[in-house]
Structures are given as structure tokens and as C-alpha cells.
């Protein structure tokens, strides 16, 4: 009787423990009473599906609100991350798509490990042949007085191979980095080849140029590519530019801006460990009056992004256009469009004095990113 008694009572303390959490998320989902650190990563915003007879007929409006719901019922934030954590730490497996874990907590993203061990190689002749095209546009922009400048952003995996898990080690196979460099020099299209540089800076730098849970170049190497992209584009276009004057640098042991990029979206409960890291203070030195200065595309990756976060087009490369992967169009103060949406592609890229294409070595496969297509047919 007496241990019927203690397993009501047990029962009893598990229902309402369930319906305690249940309670704790509806009321934190309508009072936000608790603080929660948002979900990093990208986070689709889902709206809720308007109520029609045949959004309810078709289950469109059931199945939108559904989705709505499980984006915002309280205590998500905390959810997801306890999710991710128990994954984590019972079966080594992350959430975040194409994150691997590499020695010593260094975390990559796959297809940088691809790159970095050959995995990805195009092939001599593929190579070849994008760099004959290229060569065909720079011949056809410096007709018009325009210059083309080729930015070979460094990949995290050749930078730390040293780091990479066993199964991605390199094994003697033809990667698709030094082709390139090679029939870009041999074409004599201009290359700021960044990841020999960072490679070459690697025993002597002061401070990291890659992090240790991020996919990007540091925020002090992304000052040092900036600042030679600058002295590359005034060589190129004859022209002088804004420049970056250094203050002061400053080193935290709390990653910011993107040097923890990949940890964040991997959304867990802990913190994992890092390094060190560097982060420059500088100002912008504008041009003396009377000045002009030369009109810039950049056609790129993720690595421009921070550049253009913290003003590179707004401040240097001014009256400049980033068109991100050659689809979003991004200019300063204005709504984003669709590079798929100009009417004459080739005659648009012309208006450039400098077209940059900057691409990071796991991106190499799809080099240009359908930029010389568009060119040479003319749309």
C-alpha cells in the first residue's frame, strides 16, 4: 500500500513537472519574461499563413501555421541549443550542415577540407580554359580602359593542415589553387593571390590570421587584404583611393564580428575554447578635394562581406557594387536586387573602372561564379 502510495505521488510529480515546462513555454513565448540569447546562424523568418477557404481546404494555412508556431514557441532558443548539445556530446554529430571537427577543437567546414586535400580538383584543362575566357574579358575591358584583378582568398583547410581531421589528410593530388595561379600569371591577369601570402605570414605574423572556430580570415587579416586590395586597385587604375590608417589594435579572448562564425551557428549550450585574437581600430583618410577616385565592382564570396559590412564600399570603394556569388546585388543605403535582373550584363560590368573577383579557395569550382558566362554572352 505504502509503495502504491509512493508511485502515485512520483506520477503525480512527473505530470505536473511536464505540465510546469509546458506552462514555462507558453508564458515565455507571450511575456518574454526570460532573456535568451538569440539563435545564431541563418533564421528564416516564417510569417503566418493567411486564413482563406482554400489555404484550409488545401492544408496550406495548417501547415503555415504550424511552421510559425515551431519557429516561435517559447524557450526555442534554449530548446535548439540543448538539442545540439546532446548530439554533440553522445554521438560527436553537429546540426550545422557541413561542419566538421577537426584536431585540437579546430572546427571547418567541409568543403574547405575538400579543397585543401584535392578532393575538388576541375582538371588541368578545365582550368585552362577559365582562364583563357578571363583572359578574353580583360583583354575586352582594357579596350575600354578597365582593369580586372583576380583576389585568390585563402581557405582554412590549406592554412591549418596541420589541424585537418585523418580522413580529409592531403594525399599528393592535384588541387585546384596553384592551377589557377599558375594560368592566371601565365595570362597576365592581375592576381592578388592572398592565400600564398597568408601562408608565406603564417611563422611570422603577430597575430591569427585565421580563428580557430570561424570559416573567414580573421578580422585582422581581412585589414591586411583590404589594405593591399586598395594599393592593387590605385596600381591597376591609375587613380588614387581613400586609405586605411591604423589606431591601435586590440586583442580579446572572446571571439567578435565573424571570428566565430561556424561555432554560432552550430547553436550549443557551451562555449567552445579559442585563442587570442587581434582586431585593428583604424579610420578612413578620404581623398583631398578634387580627387576622383576610381569606380569599383567587386563579384564574390562570404570573404567581402565583412569589408563591406564595416563601409569598404561605402567609404573606398565609393559609388561601388558588391554583387554577392554574381546573384545579390548589394549598394550601400539601398535596397538589395538580383544581378539575374540587369538587361545588359557585360555593358553594366563596363561601367566599372576595376572589376575584383574574389574568390575563396572552396568556392574554385565554381570560379566566377557564372560571371564569365554572362559577360561573354552579352545579356
Not at 108 to 121: I, Q
Not at 212 to 230: N, Q
Not at 271 to 276: H, N, Q, S
Request: charged residues 20%; proline residues 6%.
Amino acid at each position: 500500500m505504502a509503495s502504491d502510495l509512493k508511485y502515485a505521488k512520483i506520477k503525480n510529480l512527473l505530470f505536473g513537472l511536464v505540465l510546469l515546462l509546458l506552462l514555462l513555454s507558453w508564458i515565455e513565448q507571450n511575456s518574454h519574461f526570460i532573456r535568451l540569447k538569440p539563435l545564431g546562424g541563418e533564421q528564416a523568418i516564417i510569417e503566418k499563413s493567411p486564413f482563406t477557404a482554400s489555404n484550409w481546404r488545401s492544408g496550406v494555412f495548417q501547415e503555415g501555421q504550424e511552421a510559425h508556431v515551431n519557429q516561435r514557441f517559447g524557450l526555442r532558443p534554449f530548446m535548439v541549443r540543448f538539442y545540439n548539445e546532446i548530439f554533440d556530446r553522445l554521438f560527436d554529430e553537429y546540426q550545422a550542415k557541413g561542419v566538421i571537427m577537426g584536431k585540437d577543437g579546430f572546427l571547418f567546414e567541409e568543403n574547405y577540407l575538400l579543397a585543401a586535400s584535392g578532393r575538388d580538383f576541375l582538371g588541368a584543362d578545365s582550368i585552362l580554359l577559365l582562364a583563357d575566357k578571363l583572359a578574353f574579358i580583360q583583354q575586352n575591358l582594357a579596350k575600354q580602359h578597365k582593369q580586372l584583378l583576380v583576389c585568390l582568398a585563402p581557405g582554412k583547410g590549406s592554412f591549418f593542415l596541420d589541424k585537418m581531421p585523418p580522413g580529409y589528410s592531403r594525399k599528393n593530388l592535384d588541387r585546384n589553387h596553384p592551377h589557377f595561379v599558375k594560368a592566371l600569371n601565365q595570362r597576365k591577369i592581375p592576381l592578388l593571390d592572398v592565400q600564398t601570402w597568408f601562408l608565406n605570414l603564417k611563422a611570422t605574423t603577430p597575430y591569427p590570421l585565421f580563428p580557430k572556430t570561424g570559416i573567414h580570415w580573421s578580422s585582422y587579416g581581412e585589414y591586411l587584404v583590404a589594405d593591399s586590395m586598395i594599393k592593387r586597385v590605385e596600381e591597376l587604375a591609375q587613380k588614387p583611393l581613400p586609405q586605411l590608417q591604423l589606431l591601435s589594435i586590440e586583442q580579446d579572448i572572446n571571439p567578435r564580428d565573424r571570428d566565430d562564425d561556424i561555432e554560432l551557428g552550430m547553436n550549443l549550450l557551451r562555449d567552445l575554447p579559442d585563442f587570442k585574437m587581434a582586431y585593428p581600430k583604424f579610420r578612413i583618410v578620404p581623398l583631398n578635394a578634387g580627387k576622383t577616385a576610381p569606380k569599383v565592382l567587386v563579384i564574390g564570396d562570404s570573404f567581402y562581406y565583412g569589408m563591406y559590412n564595416w563601409g569598404m564600399m561605402e567609404h573606398v570603394f565609393v559609388n561601388g557594387e558588391f554583387w554577392y556569388y554574381n546573384h545579390e546585388r548589394l549598394i550601400p543605403k539601398m535596397p538589395a536586387s538580383n544581378v539575374s535582373e540587369l538587361t545588359n550584363y557585360a555593358s553594366k560590368v563596363q561601367e566599372f573602372d576595376v572589376i575584383i573577383l574574389l574568390i575563396t579557395e572552396a568556392n574554385l569550382p565554381r570560379f566566377g561564379f557564372g560571371m564569365i558566362e554572362s559577360y561573354l554572352n552579352k545579356k
